[in-house]
């Protein structure tokens, strides 16, 4: 290993450990050990020391990054508070189906405070664009996100987007228009529109053009999903480097037939003209990882080009890496960090050495290769979907984009905006929609494949595999396929037979209880679907199923209709499909779910773990109180989970019901229910209020938690705790297996 490698992942390990911790350390020791070991290397008392110098340089500078974050985040005394504050549209907002989503800059409030930079949600609002100045009435809430098992961090996203708060605006002013340059972006944006808006499905296009992620339907992000395309329609590195070539290349053939009287006219002018047309198309994009790393790699290249020195790809490499993660520390949090700069890296192990020795339909066929199996652990371990058609479609699939579609578009948009001649423009939009035609026959066969993420030793086992695999090394393949076996076969802890294991999901304001037995799965209740459409079904619960390595239930019990309950049954029935629906409303359900009535008294046997149903109302319009209620024995130990039902309710089921060690409070901890009588009957030793954290419904009201507490039950909050799983069994005290916060936290996580 050169010596110059070595000091970059001396600089990138730096950066990288504080991601590893819980809490973090104060920076100053590390900077002060920075400045001892400087001193020492003056001396070069041992060789190792420039290593350890730039290590802790790193470090240190890490770790005063991430204490500036957390620093700068919204005040605890601002949390859940109305808050008038001022502050700078940053980029395009997006439009909901309930209003316009945005990210909110250089925010003060009416004390003039300076606020951290903020994502806020106007519901039913005016439109908002890039550039302006608004004055708001905001509710304002610090940073926090749903804790499941591998379901989606958004605490970890909104860190590494620098948002120190998110909030609902309740109603806002415009206080002055954006700047004639920063309209730029929304001047292009509708420019282009208007043009493409002549062809059927032709704003797609701006996805490419714009980075505008809103311009591609749903069913367009399923074909892209199922044929493992997405990168694709994205603006990617992939573009910025060919635009930056193209750009590069065209400079110098015009440079050449120009007489300057200067010996290198064409490298001196042209880089600058190729760096200044792909940083413009990277602040489309809205400058994301992918595109920061391919910008940095061509800033070097072109550096390198006017230096006339060479430099071996993989220092490039690194030093794009490395340069990107020093800008923001936070960046490896997300998963395009890891997705962009670990394709490259693979590529540049599988291929190098063998390019000149191969057609270039080999090449191709190579880097696809490499690609498909080298990013299969990255998409395991932030537990993305593969597809298992990825590599053939991707064979055809980037030529097509990036030789015709691409430059068509790109050449098109510059046309149509400087001389209005759409021609190039439209056809680059019917290109696209050819694609996106033969994408829907192959997504129509070719199915999602979900895979749980097999744990951190059988992980980097599987990655050792990955590089064995890559290498040149024919002996060493199948040593290699060996070690790719635990992507393929995770293996999942199940409970022991006559136990069962529940896990209360992280869901907000509803409900969602996974029960496991030794061999059966059932599900109670499947999250909401909220008006903006974001689906918990489909987001939350879905994602937590499948990191238990499940891929179907026995039966996914919907206690009631309410869409807090059954919302996102549908979209989970797709990901995680049940042998059995049953429901206390079945009649209210959509019809293609072919739900059962719940009938009270139903009794069954799974693995020496008794199942009950119960039901105070089976007929009525209160949904509540027709709630299907389940209860779980493993031997002595039993559980409860009782939907919505009331006190009424609470009082017709007294009779039947069995003292219980774990209890979900009905209906969220609402007043309206957990009477006293209901809480002597089932006594709980745990009882568990499934509610979104600073929820607008106050659940779980006050009189009920010190309710609970008078009668000698500890409560556990989904909103604060994240998921919590127990484990019923009959031969040992039931107590919390572990809260998802606590267990997976991480220094940012509130």
């Keep these: 290993m050169s010596d110059v490698r070595l000091l970059l992942l001396c600089l990138l390990a730096g950066m990288l450990c504080p991601l590893l911790l819980e809490v973090l350390p104060p920076w100053s020791p590390f900077a002060f050990g920075a400045v001892v070991l400087g001193v ?174 809103q311009a591609l339907a749903p069913t367009d992000w399923d074909r892209l999903q199922s044929t493992g395309t997405t990168h694709l329609l994205v603006i990617s590195g992939l573009h910025i480097g060919m635009l930056a070539a193209a750009v590069f290349l065209l400079a110098g053939l015009v440079l050449r037939m120009v007489p300057t009287g200067w010996s290198r006219p064409q490298l001196w002018l042209s880089a600058p003209v190729a760096l200044l047309a792909a940083t413009g198309y990277a602040g489309l994009a809205g400058m994301g990882v992918p595109v920061q790393r391919a910008l940095l790699m061509c800033l070097l290249v072109l550096l390198l080009k006017l230096w006339r020195r060479r430099l071996p790809a993989v220092d490039l490499w690194l030093a794009a890496m490395v340069i990107v993660t020093a800008i923001n520390p936070a960046a490896p949090l997300r998963a395009g960090y890891w997705l962009s700069f670990m394709a490259v ?62 430059p068509a578009a790109l050449f098109g948009a510059a046309l149509q905006l400087m001389a209005g001649l759409d021609g190039p423009l439209l056809l680059a939009a019917h290109l696209l929609n050819l694609l996106l035609l033969a994408l829907g026959w192959v997504a129509e066969w070719a199915d999602v494949l979900r895979i749980p993420f097999p744990g951190w030793v059988a992980w980097l086992i599987a990655m050792a595999g990955v590089v064995a695999w890559l290498l040149p090394v024919a002996l060493l393949r199948p040593l290699a396929l060996l070690c790719l076996l635990p992507l393929i076969l995770p293996e999942q802890q199940r409970p022991e037979p006559g136990e069962a294991r529940i896990v209360i999901l992280d869901v907000g304001q509803g409900l969602s209880v ?74 209210r359900l959509p019809d293609g779910l072919s739900a059962e009535a719940c009938r009270s008294g139903e009794e069954w046997l799974w693995d020496g773990v008794r199942f009950r149903l119960l039901q105070a109302r089976s007929t009525g319009e209160d949904g509540n109180a027709r709630s299907c209620v389940l209860q779980i024995s493993a031997g002595t130990r039993s559980a409860l989970l009782p939907g919505d039902i009331s006190k009424a309710d609470e009082s017709l089921l007294l009779g039947q019901l069995a003292p219980s060690e774990v209890v979900l409070a009905p209906h969220h901890g609402s007043r309206s229910s957990s009477s006293y009588a209901f809480i ?47 484990i019923l069994s009959p031969v040992r005290p039931v107590v919390p297996e572990w809260r998802w916060r606590d267990a997976a936290r991480r220094f940012w996580h509130e």
């Design 514 to 587: 996974l029960v496991q037995t030794a061999n059966h799965d059932l599900l109670y209740d499947a999250g909401a679907r909220l008006a903006s459409g974001f689906d918990l079904g489909e987001a939350v619960v879905g994602p937590a199923l499948l990191s238990f390595g499940l891929g179907k239930l026995d039966l996914l019990l919907l206690s009631h209709a309410d869409t807090d309950h059954a919302g996102g049954a549908m979209a989970l029935a797709r990901l995680v499909p049940p042998r059995r629906i049953v429901s206390g409303e079945a009649d």
């Design 345 to 406: 890296g693979l590529l540049l192990l599988g291929m190098g050495g063998r390019l000149h020795a191969r057609s270039l339909w080999w090449r191709w066929g190579r880097a696809q290769w490499v690609a498909f199996i080298g990013l299969w652990p990255f998409l395991l371990l932030w537990g993305l979907p593969a597809s298992g058609v990825a590599m053939l479609v991707n064979l055809l699939a980037i030529p097509w984009v990036s030789l015709f579609v691409v």
């Design 680 to 726: 002597r009957r089932v006594s709980p030793e745990w009882v568990v209020f499934s509610a979104g954290f600073h929820n607008a419904f106050n659940h779980p009201h006050p009189q009920v938690v010190e309710r609970y507490r008078e009668l000698g039950s500890e409560a556990i909050y989904t909103g604060g705790s994240g998921a919590v799983s127990f």
């Design 40 to 213: 020492m290397c003056r001396r070069r008392t041992l060789p190792c020391l420039p290593a350890l110098l730039l290590f802790s340089c790193s470090l240190s500078w890490s770790l005063y990054f991430h204490q500036g974050a957390l620093e700068s985040r919204l005040p605890q005394a601002l949390d859940n508070q109305l808050v008038k504050i001022e502050g700078r549209i940053d980029s395009l907002p997006t439009q909901t189906a309930t209003g316009w989503r945005f990210v909110l800059q250089d925010v003060h409030d009416d004390k003039g405070r300076l606020l951290p930079d903020m994502r806020l949600h106007w519901w039913g609002g005016d439109a908002v664009a890039a550039g302006e100045v608004w004055l708001f009435d905001a509710r304002l809430r610090r940073p926090r996100g749903m804790r499941n098992p591998r379901a989606f961090d958004y605490e970890s996203w909104l860190y590494a987007q620098g948002i120190g708060a998110v909030g609902s605006v309740k109603q806002g002013e415009r206080i002055s228009a954006a700047p004639a340059l920063g309209q730029w972006r929304d001047w292009v944006q509708r420019e282009l529109a208007k043009s493409l808006s002549d062809v059927q499905g032709g704003t797609r296009l701006l996805a490419l053009l714009t980075g505008d992620r």
